[in-house]
């Protein structure tokens, strides 16, 4: 493989390089500039969200009072199944 490239005139060698390092940039730039069209248009699409949907950030503090009653009845579910549990565990013994 080495004489392939011994064989190639040095002009041609440099013309590929050259080739080479200019699909580089360019690749490298238009992904650049995509990731940056990305961002901004992120951000914008949020904002217009912010301002269409104000009212879902009450949604959340409804959501918690009713967390709190599911808590207390998943505490008086707990204390249930370890009910259940000890008893079956005295019916062993």
Do not use: C, H, W
Not at 15 to 38: H, N, P
Not at 45 to 72: D, F, H, L, W
Not at 84 to 90: H, R
């Amino acid at each position: 493989m080495g004489t392939l490239l011994t064989n190639l005139p040095k002009e041609t060698l440099v013309a590929q390089l050259q080739d080479g390092g200019i699909l580089l940039v360019l690749g490298m730039g238009t992904v650049f500039v995509f990731l940056v069209i990305l961002i901004y248009a992120t951000k914008l699409m949020s904002k217009i969200v912010a301002r269409i949907q104000p009212a879902e950030q009450a949604a959340p503090a409804q959501k918690r009072s009713t967390n709190t009653s599911t808590t207390s009845a998943k505490k008086s579910d707990d204390a249930a199944i370890a009910a259940a549990i000890a008893a079956a565990y005295d019916k062993q013994n």
